[in-house]
């Protein structure tokens, strides 16, 4: 069974950075995996935010582009998103799992962001 565990959230001031972390148990351990960060806002759909594919090809929304940046760990079962000049429209639940999600893993509980002064 697959778990994933993210963390590194919490209450930033506008400008500020968050580097946020996702682990994931379960998982073959010869394989590297296309990953995302997601995120969902309240009342919003979920959206992603950044993808890394098994070939560290990493891909972002328009509205990060430039201030996020997604990385591998190592061991290769952890995944990074590095989050910098937040803004209060990065609030939100962040989550990790495949990109695209075609067969996606079980979500996780996520970890929040709030970004306010």
């Known amino acids: 069974q697959v778990q994933l565990v993210e963390s590194g959230g919490g209450l930033v001031q506008p400008g500020g950075s968050l580097r946020l972390s996702c682990v994931h148990h379960?998982?073959?351990?010869?394989?590297?995996?296309?990953l995302g960060w997601y995120r969902q806002a309240p009342g919003k759909q979920r959206e992603l935010v950044a993808s890394i594919s098994p070939r560290d090809i990493t891909k972002y929304s328009e509205s990060v582009k430039g201030r996020f940046s997604i990385s591998r760990g190592n061991p290769k079962n952890t995944v990074y998103l590095q989050m910098n000049s937040l803004k209060p429209e990065d609030t939100a639940v962040y989550y990790c799992n495949r990109s695209p999600l075609d067969n996606p893993w079980p979500w996780g509980q996520g970890t929040q962001v709030t970004v306010s002064s």
């Open positions: 379960g998982t073959s351990t010869s394989s590297i995996y296309s």
